[in-house]
């Protein structure tokens, strides 16, 4: 951006603030070109803007907002990363651009990576929501994915960035359908992972999967992942299975353990009845439980809260070689 369209952005941010007019979201959204799921999470996450509530509660706009929205977006689109543009409306200054990162073939990364460069920072799945663009969700999480190893990114970044991901879906930050469109794509990724670990002839059988209704998977993938890496033959079996399913793949697979995972709290009644049910036909079958309410089954032998640690133990247990 060179100097004079910077200034042309910069006055975007002042004009308008003696006007009366005032606007709902739909038409802010309207009027900016920036859908009603990025406006509101510009407002919570970066300040930028501050609208007054009517007294049904809605949200308005006057156009000192929308001026400040219009400067954002321009930034945004001109290849500024979210966080700095906002930074940049909120002070009201004049510096000029910042120093963008690059990659190799000169595209903007924004804040792809964390300011310290250690890796992928939690709020980039959120992002790719809001763009909603599959060229950006393939590109950045082949970098991702191409430049971390998943035992590093497993406990790291991939699950605080599912959760942030899932806190912005429950703030209506992002749409189910965006949410659904990233969370796909990162479920291509890890399948990717774990079929490039081939299995040992004769390692021991893991059975992982989730409950009858139980959808939220990636975190079990990941694991999957990791026990493979680990040595051990992690058979994922995926979601919503019904107790009666779980039943015939322990007695037709014949596992040395299963786990199962148990995200939300609305996963708990079929997990313990899926415990209950393998432990009924597999008296001696150990049942294991992963996920943010594991400790609320009652039966079964939690797995703790790291991936990579919880790998690590049932590899030292059974005695396996990591690759």
């Not at 859908?35 to 996450?45: G, I, K, N, P, V």
């Not at 595209?107 to 300011?115: F, K, M, R």
């Not at 590093?152 to 992002?174: H, I, K, T, Y």
């Not at 996963?267 to 943010?292: E, F, H, N």
Request: glycine share 10%; hydrophobic share 45%; proline share 5%.
């Amino acid at each position: 951006m060179n100097h004079e369209s910077w200034r042309n952005v910069q006055s975007l941010s002042k004009v308008g603030a003696r006007l009366r007019a005032v606007y709902t979201v739909k038409h802010a959204a309207a009027l900016t070109g920036i859908s009603a799921d990025t406006l509101r999470m510009w407002e919570r996450r970066y300040g930028v803007v501050a609208p007054v509530r009517s007294q049904g509660g809605y949200r308005l706009y006057d156009d000192a907002a929308i001026a400040r929205l219009t400067a954002m977006h321009a930034l945004v689109a001109a290849g500024w990363a979210p966080r700095e543009a906002a930074a940049q409306v909120v002070s009201g200054t004049t510096l000029g651009p910042p120093q963008l990162h690059l990659d190799e073939s000169g595209s903007v990364l924004g804040d792809t990576v964390d300011a310290g460069g250690s890796g992928p920072d939690s709020d980039l799945l959120v992002r790719l929501a809001l763009e909603f663009d599959a060229e950006s969700l393939r590109r950045s999480l082949d970098e991702v994915f191409a430049g971390h190893d998943v035992l590093e990114l497993a406990d790291s970044w991939l699950m605080p960035a599912l959760r942030r991901l899932g806190q912005a879906w429950q703030l209506g930050e992002v749409s189910v359908a965006a949410e659904h469109f990233v969370t796909a794509g990162v479920h291509r990724r890890l399948a990717v992972a774990l079929d490039a670990v081939p299995t040992r002839s004769g390692a021991p059988r893991v059975l992982l999967g989730l409950g009858r209704g139980s959808r939220h998977e990636l975190g079990l993938l990941a694991f999957a992942v990791l026990l493979r890496r680990a040595g051990l033959d992690a058979t994922y079996l995926g979601c919503d299975l019904p107790s009666d399913s779980w039943v015939v793949a322990v007695t037709t697979l014949d596992p040395e353990l299963v786990v199962l995972g148990v995200h939300a709290d609305s996963d708990v009644p079929a997990a313990r009845d899926a415990v209950a049910a393998i432990q009924a036909a597999k008296p001696r079958l150990p049942v294991l439980l992963g996920g943010s309410q594991q400790e609320l089954v009652g039966i079964g032998e939690p797995l703790g809260h790291s991936l990579a640690a919880a790998a690590s133990e049932l590899a030292h247990r059974y005695n396996t070689a990591p690759r």
